[in-house]
């Protein structure tokens, strides 16, 4: 079974630039949320997809975007960069099938933005 | 939105002893109680979850209660191993997973330090 993988994992970026971060999902899952961590805190929900649709939002603003394909995979695309947008992002993928709604996060992108 | 409170932030234990961290919800309407633990630099993994319709459980040294009308809910570990430092985090949500859902809300973490 392979696990749900980030890619890049670091990058630094400016501010105004934008920036586009790639999950795989779980093999089997077909739905894909990705988390806002800040240092020391928990995780903040962005969004979820599922069947290629954003299915459900967090409260973040509309610069930050994403995509489902396919294949499960999904983006998240940041466009003009704050300096509160540095911290971890973590996607998950989930089935929608399974009554638990467990969770499988990835190792996550850390993204500084200077 | 559901908000969610964890304390305390930072736990420090002897080995051996228990440790117990609470959590409470504001959503009367969140169903779906899960624990993740996150070691330095790795992803939060889940160690135990429970729904609402549960008032308890175990799984070996990792236990969960949930009380639905006072809105709290806490992780105990028994018999603390070294390997159980960590950061500890609570979530709440409708569990409606892939199927329309507002997403886990996370508590802020508590660091659980086992003293050898």
């Known amino acids: 079974e392979t696990g749900v993988t980030q890619s890049p994992t670091h990058l630094i970026k400016t501010r105004g630039q934008q920036v586009t971060l790639r999950c795989s999902s779980q093999?089997?899952?077909?739905?894909v949320s990705w988390y806002q961590q800040a240092l020391g805190q928990g995780p903040q929900f962005i969004f979820q997809y599922y069947r290629e649709e954003e299915n459900g939002r967090g409260n973040f603003p509309p610069r930050f975007s994403g995509l489902q394909f396919p294949n499960y995979s999904s983006e998240l695309n940041v466009n003009a960069l704050e300096l509160d947008d540095s911290a971890l992002y973590l996607c998950?993928?989930?089935?929608?099938?399974?009554?638990?709604?467990?969770?499988?996060f990835g190792e996550g992108s850390r993204l500084t933005v200077l | 939105g559901e908000n969610v409170e964890q304390h305390p932030s930072t736990l420090s234990v002897q080995e051996g002893d228990s440790a117990v961290i609470k959590c409470t919800y504001s959503d009367s309407a969140s169903n779906y109680f899960p624990w993740y633990k996150q070691e330095l630099g790795k992803r939060p993994q889940l160690i135990i979850d429970i729904r609402s319709n549960v008032g308890e459980k175990k799984d070996q040294r990792i236990a969960v209660t949930l009380n639905k009308t006072a809105k709290h809910f806490s992780l105990h570990i028994t018999e603390t191993q070294p390997e159980d430092s960590a950061v500890y985090f609570c979530?709440?949500?409708?569990?409606?997973?892939?199927?329309?859902?507002?997403?886990?809300?996370f508590g802020k973490g508590t660091h659980l330090i086992i003293q050898p």
């Open positions: 979530a709440a949500s409708e569990g409606n997973a892939g199927g329309g859902a507002d997403g886990l809300t």
């Open positions: 093999s089997g899952h077909n739905t």
């Open positions: 998950a993928s989930s089935s929608s099938g399974r009554v638990t709604g467990e969770l499988f």
